[in-house]
């Protein structure tokens, strides 16, 4: 059975300082890695994918992964109250055409 | 450019009623996917069709048919529906794995 782990939250944070999401998976071969931010009654939106161990900047947002340890993250710089929704971590075996496989998402709150 | 959408978005059945959620296209993805989510469970994958013709089950088929009708378009059957799928579903496409999916406004699903 292939698991995306994520802490359901809430997580809390100041406006202004830096939000650190995190998820783990449990399939070994998995290749690609994304995180979806998904305000109250709506859909999933793209907010990063990465492919490759390392970082990945764009803009506030970060995401960091680390295969040996099957570990994903995403950090938000400067954050805002707009950035208060559920982000969802969503993992991609490689090949073929499966689905993701989805955390159950973090609950993020930013304090204004 | 419509990207993904979604008819109904809103719909209430009957215990044993049936119903077909319609999804189209118009990215010229190849990769069509359909998912449910339940409050605490994450999105869960039901079906998916890697190209025009083919379809293949996913984590949670039972009690759903599918038809990839050309390469926009791609329906989810309800034959008999039963309160347990009461959720909110959404229609994703990509290009190809393992590239990012993009979902449509989703349809809220309530059986009486």
């Known amino acids: 059975q292939k698991e995306v782990e994520q802490n359901s939250g809430p997580l809390s944070v100041p406006e202004g300082a830096i939000a650190s999401l995190n998820c783990t998976y449990s399939d070994r071969g998995s290749q690609s890695f994304f995180w979806y931010r998904q305000y109250s009654g709506k859909s999933p939106e793209l907010i990063m994918s990465i492919y490759s161990n390392g970082d990945k900047e764009d803009g506030r947002f970060t995401a960091q992964l680390n295969k040996a340890s099957q570990y994903v993250s995403l950090l938000i710089r400067d954050s805002q109250p707009s950035d208060s929704a559920t982000y969802l971590c969503?993992?991609?075996?490689?090949?073929?055409?499966?689905?993701?496989?989805f955390g159950k998402g973090t609950h993020l709150i930013i304090q204004p | 450019n419509a990207g993904v959408t979604q008819t109904p978005k809103f719909q209430v059945l009957k215990t044993g009623q049936s119903m077909t959620l319609q999804c189209a296209q118009d990215m010229n993805h190849n990769s069509m996917y359909w998912y449910r989510q339940d409050p605490g469970m994450g999105l869960r994958l039901i079906y998916y069709?890697?190209?025009?013709?083919?379809?293949d089950k996913g984590e949670v088929p039972n009690g759903y048919n599918v038809s990839r009708l050309n390469k926009r378009e791609f329906s989810l059957r309800l034959e008999s529906a039963a309160p347990s799928q009461t959720s909110v579903y959404f229609c994703?496409?990509?290009?190809?794995?393992?590239?990012?999916?993009?979902f449509g406004p989703g349809t809220r699903l309530l059986v009486l």
């Open positions: 969503a993992v991609n075996e490689g090949g073929g055409a499966d689905g993701l496989t």
């Open positions: 069709s890697a190209s025009e013709g083919t379809t």
């Open positions: 994703a496409s990509r290009l190809q794995p393992p590239e990012t999916q993009y």
